[in-house]
């Protein structure tokens, strides 16, 4: 069982085209970080989020984490080809020293 | 931000054979480092966490006599697939944290195929 539930599993879209991926869980994290990874290649990480109810912006990427610190969004505006790839979210509960990553949502945006 | 490299990037084996994976940070020390398995189209599984200077503590299911894993350095992390079987064939992944940052930064990774 996956401690960290990604929706959707797979998003395929339009250049142009909005979209949100979700991140949910049962347990509280005290922190959640959001990584890209491409093929062949480790995860970089996009941002972490530590306060209940925060909202961080990153360009086109807007971050939220839940208020009870259960859950995450990432929203991309005005997706590009760029953004192509897997996008996972891990949840720390011991500082960084116990990550555990959610399954990932692969997303692919068309020209 | 902090960089960690992994060596080698790709590695094709017989089965049977041992192969060692390699995981450094290049400019910070990292007391804890961490090894991951990913299979084509799945998350990442972490298997193991490295401790400098201790035994490294293994994740449920993962056989600690088959992933030998030797964190002698401050900046040097090994991991060795003993007697690997095509199904040990993955891709492998170490990150580092790197305390300043308070972030664990990954590296490139490691494909590994077994034959």
Redesign the interface.
Known sequence: T?LLEQSPQFLSIQEGENLTVYCNSSSVFSSL?W?RQEP??????LV?VVTGGEVKKLKRLTFQFGDARKDSSLHITAAQPGDTGLY?CAGGRH???D??????T?LTVKP | ?AV?S?HPSRVICKSGTSVKIECRSLDFQAT?M?W?RQFP??????MA?SNEGSKATYEQGVEKDKFLINHASLTLSTLTVTSAHPEDSS?Y?C?A?EYSY????????T?LTVL
Do not use: D
Not at chain 2, 41 to 46: A, C, D, F, R, T
């Open positions: 996956q970080q990584y062949g290649e480790g995860p970089v990480l972490t996972l500082h960084n020293n990550m555990r990553f959610g399954a990932g692969r | 931000g960690v992994q804890t961490f991951y189209k799945q998350s990442l599984m972490l966490t891709f992944i990150s944290i308070n972030e664990q930064f990954f590296g490139p990774g494909r």
